[in-house]
């Protein structure tokens, strides 16, 4: 290379190092100013997103509780699948990319960190390989798995729970195991009775002239008391 290639080469590079300092420092200040926001702490306490992941997504959304389902927040990211129909046929044409390229941008990186120490999305993206799905179709997958676990964090305003899943299936086992005795209590009511159980229990709620004594119901007294005082 000749003398003048050489400095050509050199003074770019350093403009390029330049550069990146620039944005890293600009990038440092704009955390440091949001350092306190609760829904970037809530953001990076999930497993596989940084603090300037955080900060691009919070940015990036703005108000979270503008999207009214989590379905929303991943089309918003140009995540959400691309369906073409013909006639009565339907065909699967990737994702829609109608959506911000800073978010996918943004969550690319991040996802191949989940897929290594999230636990969520590491059992999510093995399930999905072990159903013989591309690698680059299960990342998508994950992509959006993690927008949702960053939607339910964020609009709940609680940090992630890598356990919720467990937590919250033992909750409902417990619950069914509680409300067994009713169910078999109603079970019990609503069990079919013979017809001459039936017919004692109509005599019972309604007392009708030609049964016998033992047969009647309770109004059967009253019926009685009010002939006997006429």
């Known amino acids: 290379i000749d003398e ?6 050199s003074f770019l590079a350093n403009e390029i190092q330049e550069q990146n300092q620039k944005i890293t420092d600009l990038q440092k200040s704009l955390m440091k ?3 306190d926001d609760l829904a970037i702490k809530i953001i990076d306490s999930i497993k596989g997103l940084g603090i300037w992941t955080a900060t691009v997504l919070r940015l990036e959304y703005g108000n979270i509780e503008r999207f009214y389902s ?45 897929i290594r120490f999230n636990p969520i999305i590491r059992e999510f993206y093995k399930r999905l390989i072990a159903a013989g799905k591309p690698k680059k179709v299960a990342i998508v997958a994950c992509m959006r798995k993690l927008i949702h676990i960053i939607y339910a964090c964020w609009i709940t305003g609680r940090p992630f729970n890598p356990n919720y899943q467990t937590q919250h299936a033992k909750k409902a086992q417990k619950q069914n195991t509680s409300m067994q005795p009713l169910a078999n209590i109603i079970v019990s009511v609503t069990a079919p009775v013979s017809r001459k ?18 047969m009647r119901g309770p109004g059967a007294a009253s019926n009685n008391s009010r002939k006997f005082s006429d």
């Open 70 to 114: 989590p379905e929303a927040a991943v089309a918003y990211s140009g995540l959400d699948p691309r369906i073409d129909q013909s006639g009565d046929e339907l065909h699967n044409c990737g994702i829609s990319r109608a959506g911000r390229i800073r978010l996918r941008a943004a969550l690319y990186m991040p996802t191949l960190a989940a």
């Open 4 to 9: 003048s290639s050489a400095g050509t080469v």
């Open 33 to 35: 100013s949001l350092k």
């Open 197 to 214: 159980e039936a017919k004692r229990r109509k005599a019972a709620a309604m007392p009708q002239k030609g049964i016998s004594p033992l």
